[in-house]
Each structure stands twice: as structure tokens, then as C-alpha cells.
């Protein structure tokens, strides 16, 4: 996935000794983030309905680890 300028100074500047949230994990465009995090070596926390579903968000390309867990429902 190619990205643009603002993309590419939005990872320079990220504090890389932190993990990043992604929300909506298992989605095309959270699935393609966490891949490119992860081709960045960095530690992804992806958010999902249901942890055990067998298809992991993003793939598993990259050095960076990743960690799923079951994102919290609010009830109204």
C-alpha cells in the first residue's frame, strides 16, 4: 500500500516505545494499517469484536508483535 507524505511523517514522529491502538481491527483499512505498523516494527494493540475468530488483522507480516483482545461494548 503506498502512503502519502502525511502518512509517512506521521510514522517518523511516532513514540516507537509505546504500542499503538487500532480499533475495528478486523475492517480493510485497519487490516492495512497494522500491517504497514507492523512492517515498521512496531507493537500493534488491535481491538475486536470477537478475539476468537481465527483471522488475525493485518496478517502477521513484519517484525513488530501484535496483540489481540476483545474490544468493550458499551451499553445505552
Not at 39 to 51: G, S
Amino acid at each position: 500500500m503506498p502512503l502519502n507524505d502525511n502518512t509517512l511523517a506521521a510514522l517518523a514522529h511516532l513514540d516507537r516505545s509505546h504500542p499503538v491502538l487500532v480499533t475495528g481491527a478486523t475492517g480493510y483499512v485497519a487490516g492495512q494499517l497494522i500491517r504497514r505498523l507492523l512492517q515498521e516494527d512496531l507493537t500493534v494493540h488491535a481491538a475486536v469484536r470477537d478475539p476468537g475468530n481465527t483471522e488475525r488483522p493485518g496478517g502477521t507480516e513484519g517484525t513488530g508483535r501484535q496483540h489481540i483482545g476483545q474490544a468493550a461494548r458499551l451499553r445505552q
